[in-house]
Structures are given as structure tokens and as C-alpha cells.
């Protein structure tokens, strides 16, 4: 497998937090980090309706790739596991120790990016991103640092835009009910400021198989009849094709 992503996302893609994005994330952290049922993505999914969290997670140690302001590790360390956040951005890390001090909930935050984490091989029973690596990083480098990380038989969860919705995204407004590019090709969808990346369900799973994962479950997710708009896509939208999923995989062994 190859491909030629350019290794400036992950400076563009600090930028974008640091300068944007912080902004508008960071006053959500709050409210993230005081559930008492930890809720997936952008229709807030219920845990209790996915089953995202693997069995067996007390005192699992655990990583969470891209975990901006960390509210998912806040839900692991709940949970009795012993989780280790990673990303690129100060501002979210910022964001997320003024969280853990509000909280009483204290775990290590390291400032770095999840296609090169700085610890050995098979430390992690779990690596888990939601919309963080899992759509910031370049998929060919960040889940086989993974798939190094994790012990054999770990779990790697993680929630990302769907490729319909990567099909049909636009720059401006959003998804259209009409495709936007082709799927031939697709990995990343560059929107000047940030780069993002998609690839379809067959590439997906080359690719998971290459790193001697295993997939257990693919999870597409309807938007609730109750849930509201995003700039990038309606809940009408939503509502009559994924606009994003779930992945479960295990590592062999």
C-alpha cells in the first residue's frame, strides 16, 4: 500500500486548532466532561446503544489519539482505566487540564501527534479516537502506530466522517444529496486551512488487515429524529445516509 499525503497536514491541522477551531471546541469541553453516560459523535450516540467501550476496561491502561480536550480519557478514567491523551494542539491541552483540575480527574496529557506516539510497543489495551487521529491523521501512518502500541488482542475504537458523507461534502454549506468527487482515489479531503481524511470502506479494511487487525463491527449511524443541524451537514441529511461510523477492530494475537 502507498499513497502520498503530504506531511504539512499536521502542522496545517495544528494551526487549524490552535487559531480556529479552539475557539468554538474548547466552551463544549464542559459539558462533555460532566455526562454520566459517555455519547458518540456528532448525533451524541449513546454508549449504552454501541457498546463502544470495550468489556474489562478496569484498569486497562489506555490511549486516546487525538483527544483534544480529553473529555473521552475523562470517560475512561471513570470507567477505572488508566488513560494517556495525545494531540497536537496546546490550546486543547490547555482546555483539557483546566477541565481535569474543575473535575478532580487527573491522567497524562502529552503535547504530540498520533502517527508517531512516544511509547514502546504493546503498552495499551486500548487506543480509541473519535474525530481526532481518526480523521485529523494520516490513516496509513497513525493506525499502524496503533496497531504497534497495542498489546496483541487490544482494542482499537474509533468514530470518523463517513465516505458517503466525504463523497457528498462541500466547501461551502452542507452535504448535498448529489456526489461532490469520486471515491477512486479518495484519502483526504483538503479544505485550504485544514486537511482531513477519508478512505473508503475497502481501502479501510486493506488497510486494518495489513496491521493484523481483526474487525469486529462497523457501526453506520442515523442521525435521531430530535437532532439538529451542523454547518457540514443537516440532521435531514443525516437521516437517510451515515454522515458517520463507528469502527471496532482487535488486534491478533
Request: proline share 7%.
Amino acid at each position: 500500500m502507498t499513497h502520498d499525503a503530504p506531511a504539512e497536514h499536521v502542522e496545517q491541522n495544528r494551526r487549524f486548532w490552535d487559531d480556529e477551531a479552539a475557539a468554538w471546541h474548547g466552551p463544549l469541553a464542559r459539558a462533555h466532561w460532566a455526562q454520566a453516560e459517555p455519547s458518540w459523535g456528532l448525533w451524541a450516540t449513546p454508549e449504552s446503544q454501541v457498546s463502544l467501550l470495550p468489556e474489562g476496561i478496569d484498569g486497562m491502561r489506555t490511549i486516546d489519539l487525538g483527544c483534544g480536550t480529553a473529555y473521552v480519557s475523562a470517560w475512561l478514567a471513570r470507567a477505572g482505566a488508566h488513560p494517556v491523551g495525545i494531540d497536537v494542539s496546546e490550546r486543547q491541552l490547555a482546555t483539557a487540564r483546566v477541565m481535569q483540575a474543575e473535575f478532580d480527574l487527573d491522567f497524562p496529557l502529552l503535547l504530540g501527534n498520533a502517527e508517531n506516539v512516544p511509547f514502546e510497543d504493546n503498552t495499551f489495551g486500548l487506543a480509541i479516537s473519535e474525530y481526532g487521529a481518526s480523521l485529523w491523521c494520516d490513516p496509513y501512518q497513525w493506525i499502524p502506530e496503533a496497531a504497534r502500541i497495542l498489546v496483541p488482542g487490544g482494542r482499537l475504537v474509533f468514530s470518523r466522517y463517513s465516505p458517503l458523507f466525504a463523497l457528498c461534502a462541500r466547501p461551502e454549506g452542507p452535504a448535498s444529496a448529489a456526489l461532490s468527487r469520486g471515491q477512486f482515489g479518495l484519502t483526504r479531503l483538503d479544505w485550504g486551512n485544514r486537511m482531513e481524511f477519508v478512505l473508503p470502506h475497502g481501502e479501510m479494511i486493506r488497510l486494518l488487515r495489513a496491521c493484523d487487525f481483526v474487525v469486529e463491527d462497523l457501526i453506520e449511524i442515523q442521525a435521531p429524529q430530535s437532532a439538529r443541524d451542523y454547518p457540514e451537514v443537516s440532521a435531514d441529511w443525516a437521516q437517510q445516509w451515515p454522515s458517520e461510523e463507528i469502527w471496532k477492530v482487535r488486534l491478533a494475537g
